[in-house]
């Protein structure tokens, strides 16, 4: 029963991990259709002979990082290394994996199309059909008598000594059946590396893990919980080929926002720079983030001393600084506290650039919507005169 909850909490998880881990993008495409051939084995008391395994996929990749996937296999398992007394081998059985998929090279390195090698991992549940197979043990104890007689003198008589043993020899017996239809549900995990041969066609390697009750029934030593491995090598094809919006790498939009940053104005009849608030020009510097975090990239360490340095331009300025997530990505209450880090991160870099704490406001917004047509440039602290 613990093992079926698991497998129900991971199949809830692939339907809503991708809403909540991230930002959502409206694609119309993106549909994949998949192959793959190789072999598996059954991890109980040993690795058990490996088996031909196929399986076939349907499913679609919800944006550069989350997707979902459908995913029918089998046929066979092999079982001999166990001590029941039972052997199958080449037990026909067939499964429906339901994947929620991950894609690690997009999610830590940005979506690039060009991109030839991708690694995922997914998980989810496992439902598995095959034949019920029931049996029951017996103990048989074999009770044998030997007797042995040997001849011995007494002056000119022979006498018999007659001398007896007995050996208990035990047996045990199993008998095993086959009936109907039986259902089993399960967990799996796996990864899989792809090699992207065009925008359609992509050739990958997968391996999958999974446990779930046996399809040997009582014939296994673990039969409530079995261990099995695949491994395949397939293709993935992709109707009209991958529609997905490429992330802008961050340092690109950095050099956008940079050109933002104010140059302070200066009266050029008396050449004195003007340092009220009513001559400030408007800073609008934005520091963006990766998803869930409140860390500073490389680049938003150089906009924060660009921004330090015209701060310290205008001391009698006031500054808000507004930080903001993407709602799409997380819990409100999550992203409540995390744009008020991003806010105190970006507020304790700027006094440490010498920045007079009594010029900034810290605001958190928590989550919110797309604010420059691309929901990843939504997890951003800005920096407005107040």
């Known amino acids: 029963m613990k093992h079926q909850l698991i497998a129900l ?17 409206k694609e119309s495409n993106n549909y994949f259709f998949g192959f793959g051939l190789g ?27 989350w997707g979902v996937r459908l995913q029918v296999g089998g ?4 079982l001999e290394m166990q001590d029941r007394g039972y052997e199958k081998y080449c037990k026909k059985f067939v499964e429906t994996n339901f994947d929620g998929m991950v894609n690690v090279t997009n999610w830590l390195g940005g979506y690039n199309p060009n991109r030839v090698v991708d690694f995922s991992v997914f998980a989810g549940p496992t439902i598995n059909f095959s034949s019920a197979v029931s ?9 044998t008598t030997t007797v042995t007689t040997t001849p011995s003198y007494n002056g000119d008589n022979i006498v018999n000594t007659i001398e007896s043993e007995t050996t208990v020899t035990t047996t045990k017996s199993s008998a095993f059946s086959t009936s109907g239809t039986k259902t089993r549900v399960g967990a799996m995990v796996g990864f899989d590396l792809g090699f992207n041969c ?35 090598l397939g293709a993935i094809y992709t109707f009209g080929g991958k529609n997905l919006k490429r992330k802008p790498i961050i340092k690109e939009v950095v050099k956008e926002v ?16 003007e340092t009220s608030s009513s001559s400030v020009t408007p800073i609008y510097s934005a520091v963006f983030f990766k998803i869930n975090t409140a860390t500073l990239t490389p680049e938003g360490k150089v906009q924060i001393k660009l921004t330090a340095k015209s701060i310290k331009a205008n001391p009698n300025a006031k500054f808000v600084l507004n930080a903001y997530a993407d709602k799409n990505t997380g819990y409100p209450a999550l992203n409540q506290r995390l744009t008020e880090r991003r806010a105190k991160v970006v507020y304790d870099a700027l006094i440490a650039e010498g920045v007079n704490p009594a010029q900034l406001e810290q605001v958190a917004n928590g989550g919110v919507d797309t604010m420059f047509g ?10 407005e005169v107040k």
């Open 9 to 25: 909490l991971l199949f809830v998880a692939t339907l809503f991990a991708p809403a909540n881990a991230m930002a959502q993008e």
């Open 39 to 65: 072999g598996m084995t059954v991890l109980n008391d040993g690795i058990n002979s490996p088996t031909a395994n196929f399986n076939i996929s349907v499913g679609k990749y919800l944006n550069p990082v």
């Open 75 to 78: 046929l066979w398992q092999s």
């Open 135 to 143: 049996g029951k043990f017996d103990t048989n104890y074999n009770y």
């Open 198 to 232: 065009s925008s359609k066609w992509a050739v990958n390697l997968e391996g999958r893990f999974g446990v779930a009750p046996s399809i040997f029934g009582q014939g296994s030593d673990c039969h409530s919980r079995e261990a099995t491995a695949r491994v395949t």
């Open 258 to 273: 940079i050109k933002e940053v104010p140059v302070v104005r200066e009266d050029k009849s008396t050449d004195v720079k």
């Open 374 to 383: 691309d929901d990843r440039l939504t997890r951003v602290t800005i920096m």
